[in-house]
């Protein structure tokens, strides 16, 4: 569905500025029927790769393929084949949720027969037929995002991409979300996102990269890169205050890894309740203790730390 080689996106300079490369290079593939996911901290260049696949972003290096077809020389053909789901909404607050999707149907040069059937199923699919009346200012964040996701829905794409399409919702919301988002891809749709949820990453996409500064540094399975780049297990331990400094040099070299937190210790280790023990026999005990199972969050701050990037 997507092919890209040595995907390139730079920035030209303002006056007394250098430009600026956003994506440097990188190769990937994106398979029909599958969900794939783009992870990073802010500026790795998620957006940027996002908006050459929308074919809203010239390329300035490499090639990408998009449903057979050149995204340089094809790019209007490509737009009329896909669905985008921006990060912000979007939507028009002065018309009614059923003219947001008629109106939105028409773009497309759908006949007005087509436009109104298709209105009526994406609102069943999105669970608002009893708002179609209603102004999309009187919806919940919920509800305009599925509507945002209906609307994108309307020409029948093959492919739809997805700007961090949960951020702001609340966990019931978020869930809805998902679930519509398996039926699409149930119904052979691709689905290609970009999100800062990790759990939303290992819920939804069958594969992914992570980005870092403009670069891909690891591309797999949610389940291959956390066997590839962390432990089976994390034991999360925290201690009284004072207390956490003797704590990290009591249990120095009881592990390979050990994160050391402002508020607790995080020990990588392939069995946490065995590694739980070895820390109980060097006489610490700690006031609260968490074994848990490592999660692509670790394999995120991982490989690409844990400092703020603005």
Same mark, same amino acid.
């Given at each position: 569905m997507v092919?890209?080689?040595?995907l ?5 300079a303002?006056?007394?500025e250098i430009p600026?490369?956003?994506v ?12 794939f ?9 998620k957006?940027s !790769?996002m ?5 809203v972003s010239p @390329? $300035? /290096?490499?090639a990408? =393929?998009? +449903?057979?077809l050149d995204? &340089? ?6 737009r ?5 789901v921006?990060?912000d909404d979007a939507?028009d607050?002065e018309?009614?949720v059923r003219e947001n999707l008629v109106v939105?149907?028409r773009?497309?040069?759908l006949p007005?027969?087509v436009v109104?059937?298709?209105a009526?199923e994406?609102?069943e699919?999105a669970r608002l !037929?009893?708002?179609a009346?209603a102004r999309?200012?009187? @919806? $919940? /964040?919920g509800m305009? =995002?599925? +509507?945002?996701?209906a609307? &994108?829905?309307?020409?029948s794409?093959?492919?739809l ?13 978020r869930?809805l979300l998902?679930e519509?988002?398996?039926q699409?891809?149930q ?7 970009t ?6 990453a290992e819920?939804?996409?069958d ?11 690891a591309?797999g399975?949610p389940?291959?890169l ?5 432990t089976?297990e994390?034991?999360?331990?925290r201690?009284a205050p004072g207390?956490?400094a003797l704590a990290?040099?009591?249990?120095d070299?009881?592990a390979e890894?050990i ?5 607790r210790l995080l ?10 023990n ?8 700690s006031i609260?203790?968490?074994?848990r199972?490592s999660?692509l969050?670790?394999?995120f701050?991982t490989?690409t730390?844990?400092?703020l990037?603005e």
């Amino acid at each position: 569905m997507v092919q890209a080689r040595g995907l390139r996106k730079t920035y030209a300079a303002r006056r007394g500025e250098i430009p600026f490369t956003a994506v440097h290079g990188i190769d990937f593939d994106v398979r029909r029927g599958e969900t794939f996911g783009f992870l990073g901290p802010n500026g790795a260049g998620k957006s940027s !790769t996002m908006r050459m696949i929308g074919c809203v972003s010239p @390329l $300035s /290096g490499g090639a990408l =393929r998009i +449903l057979g077809l050149d995204a &340089s020389a094809r790019g209007a053909d490509i737009r009329a084949r896909i669905g985008s789901v921006p990060q912000d909404d979007a939507l028009d607050t002065e018309l009614t949720v059923r003219e947001n999707l008629v109106v939105y149907g028409r773009f497309f040069g759908l006949p007005r027969n087509v436009v109104h059937q298709r209105a009526d199923e994406l609102l069943e699919f999105a669970r608002l !037929t009893d708002k179609a009346r209603a102004r999309v200012i009187e @919806l $919940s /964040g919920g509800m305009r =995002r599925r +509507l945002t996701i209906a609307r &994108s829905l309307i020409n029948s794409p093959e492919l739809l991409l997805l700007d961090e399409p949960t951020t702001g919702l609340d966990p019931q919301a978020r869930h809805l979300l998902w679930e519509r988002l398996f039926q699409l891809k149930q119904d052979g749709v691709t689905l290609i996102l970009t999100t800062h949820y990790m759990d939303e990453a290992e819920q939804l996409c069958d594969r992914l990269v992570i980005m870092d500064g403009g670069r891909i540094v690891a591309e797999g399975s949610p389940r291959a890169l956390i066997e590839r780049h962390v432990t089976r297990e994390v034991l999360e331990l925290r201690f009284a205050p004072g207390e956490q400094a003797l704590a990290v040099s009591q249990t120095d070299g009881i592990a390979e890894r050990i994160d050391v937190l402002p508020d607790r210790l995080l020990i990588f280790a392939n069995d946490g309740e065995q590694m739980l023990n070895a820390v109980h026999e060097r006489g610490l005990h700690s006031i609260t203790t968490l074994v848990r199972r490592s999660s692509l969050e670790d394999v995120f701050l991982t490989l690409t730390g844990r400092s703020l990037i603005e």
